[in-house]
């Protein structure tokens, strides 16, 4: 089990910059991948970023690549979204994700709100 945890959510201006963070807990950090994840009323939950357990391979949405990046924190147990150049189409319900045993995507956090205003 891995339990998950988000903060760093606001408001924010178009062009502005957020740092979302998701601390865990339950299985060791290392032994999985991680993952965040974004959902607007009415759509499909999307995948943004995603890090490997290993922390070298790292993966992105072409719609926030070269503006948002991904990092992990073995040490505080904490996975990082840094999110620059903000758009208002980023606006959304982030979510923290980690690998289950298996593979694949199976835990999640409660979702941290992220708005970007015109």
């Known amino acids: 089990q891995v339990q998950l945890v988000e903060s760093g959510g606001g408001l924010v201006q178009a062009g502005g910059s957020l740092r979302l963070s998701c601390v865990a807990s ?3 950090f290392s032994n999985y991948g991680k ?4 959902q607007t009323p009415g759509k499909e939950r999307e995948f943004v970023a995603g890090i490997s357990r290993s ?3 790292t993966s992105y949405a072409d719609s ?4 948002f990046a991904i990092s992990a924190d073995n040490a505080k147990k904490t996975v990082y979204l840094q ?3 903000l758009k208002p189409e980023d606006t959304a319900l982030y979510y923290c994700s980690a690998e ?3 593979g ?3 835990y999640w956090g409660q979702g941290t709100q992220v708005t970007v205003s015109s």
């Open 64 to 67: 926030v690549k070269g503006r």
């Open 26 to 28: 339950g299985r060791t």
């Open 104 to 106: 694949g995507y199976a």
């Open 83 to 85: 999110m620059n150049r």
């Open 100 to 102: 289950g045993p298996a």
């Open 55 to 57: 922390g070298v391979s």
């Open 35 to 38: 993952g965040w994840f974004r």
